[in-house]
């Protein structure tokens, strides 16, 4: 009996004076007293999986305290200086110069990034939050206000090398337009702070620039239709060509400055519309022929004869342009192809 409750009391006091580790660091050790980490590692200091002894609570726990220590230590270092990006960000904006604020662009967002992913390390939500309100909050503004400005910067730029390209852009100035409404909207609905009126006319002009190169590129293709004298092809592309010069016209028209837009019209307009006034009236003939061939076989004869008596008038206008423009006029296959078509048409309606 004596034996028996000295073996208890030698256990219990063993139990006694076994170090507790649930408050340090979780996990039951084995046999050596230790084990490998595999939850919240970076927390208590430790790499994934690596084992390590408990020997001391107390070693543990100031270990704890060190690496919040650290923690919160690299969220303020990287925070102070995540403000002086932002500081040095803040004046690009007021400086009106897109192009100095997309230079600072990346560095700034990628540690404002970065700074929020430390403060997510910090313990205690009361820290985070503070630490979120000095650093995150005005870099955050600073970037929404900027955001869209900088991507049609960035977008312009590559609209242009695909033009260089002759690759259709279509989708990536659908994407533009959307950027310009989503700049306009984000500033009223965060309630954000204009940028500097120079910001977007630097991007209008910009606009305006690439607008007119895909226009040049689509005047340089139909002048070769016109010069391979194919009146059914000229009718094909005149439309999208036609759209493409009122487009550009309107980018320009929102181009500050009486002297820019006269430059811009001078350099992408004039000659343009020189190419559509050389065929306006020729691709109206052929148009006109078309639907009168279409009214006739549809069993609308009388009014196919009452459209033929505007081809004469059309025929007048055509030659009438050229001389008063001064503008070459078409290859004769234009000519002799729409005659072809006109004797068809008489022919039909006898």
């Known amino acids: 009996m004596r034996k028996l409750f000295i073996t208890t009391l030698l256990l219990g006091l063993a139990l006694l004076l076994m170090p507790s580790f649930a408050s340090a660091h979780p996990g039951n050790t084995d046999a050596n007293g230790g084990h490998h980490c595999?939850?919240?590692?970076?927390?208590?200091?430790?790499?994934?999986?690596?084992?390590?002894?408990?020997?001391?609570?107390?070693?543990?726990?100031?270990?704890?305290?060190?690496?919040?220590?650290?923690?919160?230590?690299?969220?303020?270092?990287?925070?102070?200086?995540?403000?002086?990006?932002?500081?040095?960000?803040?004046?690009?904006?007021?400086?009106?110069?897109?192009?100095?604020?997309?230079?600072?662009?990346?560095?700034?967002?990628?540690?404002?990034?970065?700074?929020?992913?430390?403060?997510?390390?910090?313990?205690?939500?009361?820290?985070?939050?503070?630490?979120?309100?000095?650093?995150?909050?005005?870099?955050?503004?600073?970037?929404?206000?900027?955001?869209?400005?900088?991507?049609?910067?960035?977008?312009?730029s590559q609209i242009n090398s695909y033009i260089n390209e002759d690759y259709d852009v279509s989708e990536e100035f659908s994407k533009l337009d959307r950027l310009v409404k989503k700049a306009a909207?984000?500033?009223?609905?965060?309630?954000?702070?204009?940028?500097?009126?120079?910001?977007?006319?630097?991007?209008?002009?910009?606009?305006?620039?690439?607008?007119?190169?895909?226009?040049?590129?689509?005047?340089?293709?139909?002048?070769?239709?016109?010069?391979?004298?194919?009146?059914?092809?000229i009718n094909e592309e005149y439309d999208y060509f036609v759209k493409q010069i009122q487009i550009t016209e309107a980018k320009i028209g929102k181009v500050s400055g009486k002297e820019n837009r006269d430059k811009l019209g001078n350099r992408f307009i004039k000659s343009a519309k020189i190419l559509k006034e050389r065929t306006i009236y020729e691709v109206s003939q052929f148009r006109l022929l078309q639907n009168i061939e279409n009214l006739y076989y549809s069993g609308e004869e009388t009014e196919a004869r009452n459209n033929l008596s505007k081809l004469d008038r059309l025929k007048e206008r055509a030659v009438a342009i050229k001389a008063a423009g001064g503008y070459k006029?078409?290859?004769?296959?234009?000519?002799?192809?729409?005659?072809?078509?006109?004797?068809?048409?008489?022919?039909?309606?006898?």
């Open 329 to 350: 006029n078409l290859p004769a296959t234009v000519t002799s192809d729409l005659k072809d078509k006109e004797d068809l048409v008489r022919y039909l309606l006898g």
């Open 185 to 233: 909207q984000i500033k009223k609905s965060g309630g954000y702070n204009a940028l500097p009126n120079s910001v977007n006319n630097d991007l209008r002009y910009q606009e305006a620039l690439t607008y007119g190169n895909y226009l040049n590129k689509k005047a340089y293709y139909f002048s070769q239709l016109i010069g391979q004298g194919d009146i059914y092809q």
């Open 38 to 156: 595999w939850t919240n590692c970076g927390y208590w200091g430790y790499d994934y999986g690596e084992y390590h002894y408990h020997y001391d609570e107390s070693v543990y726990v100031d270990n704890e305290k060190e690496v919040r220590k650290q923690d919160y230590n690299a969220a303020v270092s990287e925070g102070e200086y995540l403000l002086k990006l932002l500081n040095d960000f803040n004046m690009a904006i007021n400086s009106g110069d897109i192009k100095k604020i997309d230079g600072l662009y990346d560095q700034f967002t990628d540690q404002l990034s970065y700074v929020e992913h430390l403060i997510g390390y910090v313990y205690g939500s009361d820290n985070r939050s503070k630490l979120s309100q000095k650093y995150v909050k005005p870099s955050k503004i600073a970037k929404e206000r900027t955001i869209y400005e900088v991507s049609q910067l960035r977008l312009l």
